[in-house]
């Protein structure tokens, strides 16, 4: 953003709807170092002090058919489901991209000239995104609506989406839920933010035999963890898009799955990826010191700089610095090289300086200590580098069109010589386990330019089978998930800071959670989407109160579901159990009398629950159980004729009961 900031300042003065967040990117530039001291800001820029455009929110865009949520960290999660686009469209419904702590963890590659086969055959097709396709074939053309969208920051923010028209299989149709979890002013933690991604065919006949790809594209090096893989030769599926795939790695299992992306967030910079941020620089094969690939710099005087803004700002334990630069002519061009270290207590722009004389042709190495450099005004100092930029003209000299040059192999080195290494980051993606197994692949597919790839990650199963996973940062400190269970509609997560016991109903239309602190028990938030303006026609009056049997109980009885043969309810109870003593407590649930109901049952961890008193006479049917205190799941049966409904209940640390769905009712009986 930072040496595009000329950009933002032409659209506040040219969007006064988009003023806003102009302003809110013209000040996250400014905070990362950059400066307003261009043409632009000078004949066209405004004000953009004060609070105004700090904070971009979430947004759904209801024309183009994207919804993105937005966190106050500076998180973003955007959903695709809009028009097809004509001749320009891909075959991408529901597909996703995600940034996060300052990296794009899943991106949408774009796709390459028109002109070009990979553009028809691979970039436009499902294969290339992150998202779902149907028995082995791109997705046709066909759009998608919303279910739920609830934005707002928090601690929870929710995408659901689906197509409209089928992706095949005679009448499948695909959806997607999206659950966002990032920081709010009762959980801050590095864990954050978590991303749950549920995605499933439905058909309102049959599923069977029907098979659903669904695809993960992220960068840096994949490893996996929790099935064996070995190499596949196979085909993979009748698209073309399949052949673009390498290097194929194929596994089955039912067990959990940890898949991780990573790289290092580098001091370096090797100029083997557009992912380094470098402008103005196109990423090149034909030259290369160190790699594959090299960054070219070409039309001097149309891109008079190249620049990029570093990973790491503090390069204190820089000692000196070192490039190769290849020039195909020697004509005597000066480039000034730039290190921005903006001072605000000083007027005008503060930076380190040094000049390099284009006398030489092929490769050439250029090494600084850091006294060498020039100082222009007061620089903070080498703990603060904010932008590194190589200027063509400026400081008295003119850019000249015949300079053609190649950037390699940009190093920091510390006091013993050795290179300066950063932060390890990417993204893990979890997979829970499941009682049917999946196949898993992993290969290398291409990137833009096609020279450059990727890790990609493909899990493959029967489409009557839901995906779930979970979707986070990843850092090589702390990881700081301990568990990852699916249950039915009921997905727990647990952290070192936070539990979270969240439900997805059966068409994405109502979802409801629980936050608790992982180390009190103490409830953090409670929330649902959908479940409290559920209505339906044919629906009877469903009055249920669960209580516990101490005092004080905090009970919210929210419809999850609804069909025009049934009905469900989510009970979320807070306070089952005795806050002071941590002791199990007698919980009792209340039912409306039906003359079929044959029995209750509840089953905690496995186990039958003590029931400590049941009644199925009276106009009100009771069953009272013994709340566990410690850390499982529960589940409660009950049986209408013979008709048995089962749904899962979290139970986080310290016995707080959390989400206790409620049997079926069939609307024929009189609940």
Known sequence: ???????????????????????????????????????????QGGSVSGAAGNTLGSTYLSAAGLAVLRTNADDYLLAKFGPHGGGHGHYDKLSISFFSHGYNLIQDYGTVGYELPQHEEYFKRTLSHTCLQLDYARQPESSGAPIAIATGYGAAQLIAVRTTAPLGGAG?????????????????????????????AYNNSNMEGHTC?????????????????????????SDVSYSYWTNVQKGSTSTALQAVWSDTAEYCYYFESYDEGWSNVVIDSSRKKDGTHSGRWDQHTTRTYISVTPTHTDWSAMQSLSFWLYAEVANGAIITMTLTSENSTSDGWDYFVTTINIDFTGW???SYQRDQFGRARHPVGW???TDVTFNANGWGHEALATTVLYIDAFYLFDSTGTKLQGDVRGMMLLSPQQSTEKDVFTASAPSVPTSLRHPVYMERQTAEHRFTHLVKPYTSTTQYITQFTVSGEVVSIKTPVADYALSFASDFDCFSGVISDHSSGDLISVFEYGCAEFTHPEAPHFDVATRATNANPNVVVKPVSSSDSSVTLSVLVTNAVDDSTKDPVELTVYLPAHDGLSYFSVKIGGKNADIVAEDTSGDVCSVTFVAPASDTFATLVVALSDHEQNAAAGVSARGWLQVLAVATCLVAARC
Request: charged share 20%; no cysteine.
């Open 383 to 385: 703990s603060y580098i």
């Open 213 to 237: 790809d669904l695809f993960y594209h992220s960068e840096g090096t994949l490893q996996l963890t929790g099935s064996s893989l070995s190499s596949f030769s196979g085909s993979l599926g």
């Open 172 to 200: 499948t149709y695909g959806r997607r839920a999206l659950l966002l979890l990032g920081n709010d002013t009762d959980i801050q933690s590095n864990e954050l933010p978590l991303l749950v991604d549920v995605v499933e």
């Open 364 to 366: 050439k190495l250029f």
């Open 1 to 43: 953003m930072v040496s595009e900031e000329s950009h933002y300042e032409i659209g506040y003065a040219r969007f006064p709807s988009a003023k806003d967040d102009m302003t809110w990117a013209i000040n996250k530039i400014l905070a990362a170092g950059g400066s307003r001291i261009n043409k632009e800001a000078f004949l």
